[in-house]
C-alpha cells in the first residue's frame, strides 16, 4: 500500500494526493506510514507537505526495531530542513549504533552515508564492521564529497581510522577502491608508500 501510493503520487492531481494523504496517515504500522507519507510529502504543497514530513518523523521515531527505525529516518531526512535534518541524521546514527548484527548496521550505514554531514563521519565510521569494505568505502567516498579537497590531512585521518582494526582482505579492498584519492593527494608515491606498508605488515596479518 506505501510502495502503491508513492510510485503514485508524482501523478496524481490535487484532489487525489489529499485523499492519498488520507489514506497513507490512516496505515496503522509505523513503518509503513512512515514511508508513505515519505513518498507523498514531496509532491505536496504548503503547508500540507510540511505537516506530511512531521507525521513522518513521528511515525519513523516511534518504530520498535533498530534497523527499520534507522532506514525510516534514513529516508526522511533529505526532505527536512535545517537544522532538523542534522538532528534526524544524528538520530538515525545513534540508532544504526545500536544494530547489534554486524550485516544488518553495515547495510544501514552504508544507505545513512551519503546523507551524512562531515561532522558526523567520525562517529559512522567507528562503527563500521571492520570487515565491510564496501561500507569504509562509502562512508570514505562522502568525506571526500563533503568536505573537499581543502583539508587533506583530516581525510588522511579518516582513512587510518577505517583501516584500523581490518583484516588482510578489507585493508586492501578499501585502498585499492580508494587509489585515485590517495594518489590525488599524496601522488603516486603515496600509494607506492602504501602499498610498501602493506608489504611490511603482510606478516602481521593471519
Known amino acids: 500500500r506505501a510502495s502503491a501510493l508513492t510510485r503514485l503520487a508524482p501523478h496524481l492531481p490535487p ?6 494523504l488520507t489514506a497513507a496517515t490512516a496505515i496503522t504500522s509505523d513503518d509503513v506510514r512512515a514511508s508513505a507519507l515519505t513518498g507523498l510529502a514531496p509532491h505536496l504543497p504548503e503547508p500540507q507537505r510540511a505537516a506530511a514530513l512531521e507525521r513522518a518523523l513521528t511515525a519513523a521515531t516511534a518504530i520498535a526495531i533498530d534497523d527499520a527505525r534507522a532506514s525510516a ?5 533529505p526532505y527536512l530542513p535545517e537544522p532538523q535534518r542534522a538532528a534526524v541524521l544524528q538520530h538515525a ?8 548484527s554486524d550485516n544488518f548496521r553495515a547495510r544501514a550505514l552504508t544507505a545513512l552515508a551519503p546523507h551524512l554531514p562531515y561532522e558526523m563521519l567520525a562517529d559512522a565510521i567507528a562503527v563500521v564492521p571492520r570487515t565491510s569494505a564496501e561500507t569504509l568505502i562509502t562512508m570514505l567516498d562522502r568525506a571526500r564529497s ?18 584500523a582494526g581490518t583484516d588482510q582482505r578489507t585493508c586492501l579492498n578499501v585502498i585499492a577502491a580508494l587509489a585515485p584519492v590517495i ?6 608515491q603515496a600509494i607506492q608508500a602504501a602499498v610498501s ?10
Open 15 to 20: 484532489d487525489l494526493l489529499e485523499s492519498a
Open 183 to 188: 594518489a590525488e593527494i599524496g601522488g603516486t
Open 73 to 77: 529516518l534514513t529516508g526522511l531526512a
Open 146 to 163: 563533503a568536505h573537499g579537497s581543502s583539508d587533506r590531512a583530516a581525510w588522511v585521518a579518516l582513512l587510518r581510522d577505517a583501516l
Open 93 to 100: 546514527l545513534t540508532t544504526v549504533t545500536a544494530i547489534t
Open 197 to 206: 606498508a602493506i608489504a611490511d605488515v603482510h606478516r602481521w596479518w593471519p
